[in-house]
């Protein structure tokens, strides 16, 4: 047991996020690819570029999770987890997302989101079940047996590859109005500015993609 336990807010959310945005993207790519909804050539490259955005995230996330977080688990906590499974849907989201990244592109240039909307459903039921299981498996041993600071590094080298322009205002957009009160508590006012100045960009961002009321927290999509 140790003595202050890891602070997991900041991963849940994120882990939120991406389930959040992949059944977003899902629902939306399958609206167009029914014809119910439209997309201009603009709107279009948008959605294509936020899908890479979100991929390189959700890729980037796993990879850290493989070479930084599964290692201090094991070390902290040994025998008590087996991290096989976990690590298997990893090495099967990697070819999904380049797939996606593929028919994102194919779907800007020709307008048809047919083959896009079967690969992020798809997508979006394995982040699901796999995120399910990960918090379900892997929390309770984090919050257990990994120090305090052995967390921190962990999280420190996530956001250090990540993009705090996107995963800021998106964590502030997922976050529930409580977690948000306690995140800004941990991050004092330096995240307070840097929300600031990200703000708008996101919601330009979220409106090009899903519309006009996107991209504010108050209505945001509740998962998890
Ligand atoms: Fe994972």
Known sequence: MTATPP???????????????????????????????????ARASAIAA???????????????????????IERSAGAEVDLRDLSDDHAELDPLLAEINGQAAAFASTGD????????????????????????????????????????????????GGNPRIDLPRIEQYARPEEMARLRGLAGPVL????????????????AVFGPSAGV??????HG
């Open 50 to 72: 936020f899908i890479a955005t979100l991929n390189h995230g959700i890729h980037h996330h796993h990879t850290m999770e493989d070479e930084l977080l599964w290692p201090v």
């Open 113 to 160: 989101a047919s083959a896009l909307a079967r690969s992020l459903t798809r997508l979006a039921d394995m982040l699901d079940e796999h995120i399910s299981e990960e918090e379900r498996l892997i929390f309770p041993i984090i919050t257990r047996y990994v120090s305090a600071a052995d967390w921190n590094t962990v999280e420190a080298a996530v956001r250090k």
């Open 192 to 207: 307070v500015l840097m929300l600031s100045l990200f703000r708008r960009g996101h919601r330009r961002r979220e409106r």
């Open 7 to 41: 602070e997991l807010l900041g991963f849940r959310i994120t882990h939120r996020a991406m389930r959040g945005d992949a059944r977003r993207l899902a629902v939306l790519a399958t609206e167009l690819a029914a014809g119910r909804q439209s997309a201009t050539p």
């Open 217 to 222: 927290p108050a209505r945001a999509p509740r």
